[in-house]
Structure formats: C-alpha cells, structure tokens
C-alpha cells in the first residue's frame, strides 16, 4: 500500500467504520500474549468476543442510509476486510482494511483506502497505526493523496467484552503526515458508552445488539473536527449500523482462517 493521503470529502464516512467482530471457525495461534474468549463456537478469540480483526480473509459490506446519502449527495458505500497478522514495530498485529467508493453531484468518483494496525491482549483491542489513501474525481480532473498515523503508547480501542453501562476513553497524542507535509504531533480525544441494547434489522439480517454512544475529536479522517454518533453491535458479528448514515447489507465470514 503507497504511503497515505487525506481529504474529509473523501474520508469523513470512514470516520465511523466499524471494528469488526465474527464467530470465528478455526483457532489460530494466539501470538498476541492475550486471553481469549469462547465466541460461540467453541473458538478462543484473542480479541474477545466483539471484534474480529484476527480473523483474516472475512469481509463486510456497508452502504449508506438512504436518508444520509441524500443529505451528503452522494451514493455508494464501503467493504471492511480482515487481512491477518504481521509483524510491528517488533509485535504481531492484526490488519484491517477499508475501502470506500461513492459516486456524488460534486464529485463524480470519490475512493478512499484505509488500513488498520491493532493488538490484542486481555485488556482488550489496541490501535497501533492507520493510514489512508484518497482520490476524488471532478470536472477539473483528478485528485490524490495520503496520510498516515502512528501511536507511540497505543490507545485502547475497544475492551475485551462489552455490558450496558460499560464506558472507556482514549486521551493520546500521535504523529501525523501528509503528501507534501513534515510530521506533526497531534491530540486525540474519544469516549465510548454503551448505552442500551435492542434489535436492529439491516440488509444483513435482524440482530440483538448493544448502542454504543461515540464522541471523537481530533481525527484526521474528519479534518480533526469533532463528531459524534451511535453503532449498533451484534455479538459474533461487529457494528451492523452506524444509527442514520449506513448499515451492514452483507457479510461472510472466512472458515479457512490464516494468519500471514
């Protein structure tokens, strides 16, 4: 993947990407360290029973809510894909990847990548690094570019397991570049709570799921602006919806499971 770039036309969506949580259908070796969960189906996830970023080869597909992609002119949506593991700054990670693509009045083709770097351990799921890739097309012509962010003490992205009334922040600073800019130090706030549970039908299904209310500030991915939202979080499978912008129309699951 080239080095990456960033445009809030091109990326806002992806502000609100969902980390992704499957049954898991064989056991891969447990390099992270961490406990492990039962997910259901008899398998220890690493990452606890929320997230499946450990699982290489599933996928997600998500398209925007009617009503949202009205209000942002524009159609279309993204796949999130589980990659496997590699090696870190001297750890093994979990990768993940984005990619979204939107067709709009302002912009005819919007594209836009994003990959993900995490660990996992008892404690739960932490973001190491992520970096993008963007394009957008017009009547001028085309438009690229990229961006990138690491984090010298990882924050935590999501706990081992999740109940109503659960609530965690990340308070952190990162190192940011772009195309054609030095590094810089940047700060990031969130803060997560789960506030309910209920059942939401999407194109992938009907599912018994927690509301989480998120608060972000400070996101490159939203030109550092803040942003709030709720998700909806099925058990075994992840984020299904991101309540009025987009919901999960399809997903599968990988049995054949390989690390890389």
Same mark, same amino acid.
């Given at each position: 993947?080239?080095?990456?770039?960033?445009?809030?036309?091109?990326? *806002?969506?992806?502000?609100?990407?969902?980390?992704?949580?499957?049954? &898991?259908?064989?056991?891969?070796?447990?390099?992270?360290?961490?406990?492990?969960?039962?997910?259901?189906?008899?398998?220890?996830?690493? &990452?606890?029973?929320?997230?499946?970023?450990?699982? !290489?080869?599933?996928?997600?597909?998500?398209?925007?809510?009617?009503?949202?992609?009205?209000?942002? =002119?524009? #159609?279309? !949506?993204?796949?999130?894909?589980?990659?496997?593991?590699? #090696?870190?700054?001297?750890?093994? *990670?979990?990768?993940?990847?984005?990619?979204?693509?939107?067709?709009?009045?302002?912009?005819? #083709?919007? !594209?836009?990548? *994003?990959?993900?770097?995490?660990?996992?351990?008892?404690? /739960?799921?932490?973001?190491?690094?992520?970096?993008?890739?963007? %394009?957008?097309?017009?009547?001028?012509?085309?438009?690229?570019?990229?961006? %990138?962010?690491?984090?010298? =003490?990882?924050?935590?992205?999501?706990? @081992?397991?999740?109940?109503?009334?659960?609530?965690?922040?990340?308070?952190?600073?990162?190192?940011?570049?772009?195309?054609?800019?030095?590094?810089?130090?940047?700060?990031?706030?969130?803060?997560? =709570?789960?506030? !309910?549970?209920? %059942?939401?039908?999407?194109?992938? /299904?009907?599912?018994?799921?927690? =509301?989480?209310?998120?608060?972000?500030? /400070?996101?490159?991915?939203?030109?550092?602006?803040?942003?709030?939202?709720?998700?909806?979080?099925?058990?075994?499978?992840?984020?299904?919806?991101?309540?009025?912008?987009?919901?999960?129309?399809?997903?599968?699951?990988?049995?054949? @499971?390989?690390?890389?």
């Amino acid at each position: 993947m080239p080095r990456p770039r960033l445009h809030r036309a091109a990326l *806002v969506l992806l502000a609100t990407l969902p980390t992704l949580a499957v049954a &898991c259908k064989e056991d891969p070796v447990d390099d992270t360290g961490g406990g492990g969960t039962d997910t259901g189906d008899g398998v220890d996830s690493p &990452c606890g029973p929320w997230s499946a970023v450990w699982q !290489g080869g599933a996928q997600w597909d998500w398209v925007l809510d009617p009503a949202w992609a009205t209000e942002q =002119e524009k #159609e279309g !949506g993204w796949r999130s894909q589980a990659l496997g593991s590699e #090696e870190y700054n001297g750890r093994i *990670v979990w990768r993940t990847q984005d990619t979204a693509e939107y067709t709009g009045s302002v912009y005819k #083709e919007e !594209g836009s990548q *994003v990959e993900w770097r995490f660990a996992c351990d008892e404690q /739960g799921v932490w973001l190491h690094q992520f970096e993008g890739v963007w %394009s957008r097309t017009n009547n001028l012509g085309e438009e690229e570019g990229w961006w %990138s962010v690491e984090f010298e =003490e990882p924050p935590l992205w999501q706990p @081992f397991d999740l109940a109503v009334g659960d609530t965690w922040e990340i308070d952190t600073s990162y190192d940011y570049s772009t195309q054609g800019t030095s590094s810089a130090r940047m700060g990031l706030t969130a803060s997560f =709570e789960v506030v !309910g549970e209920q %059942s939401v039908t999407v194109g992938a /299904g009907t599912f018994d799921a927690l =509301e989480i209310a998120v608060d972000w500030s /400070g996101d490159p991915r939203t030109d550092f602006d803040a942003d709030s939202f709720h998700k909806m979080v099925a058990r075994d499978v992840g984020e299904v919806q991101i309540v009025g912008r987009a919901n999960l129309e399809d997903f599968e699951l990988d049995p054949t @499971f390989q690390t890389q």
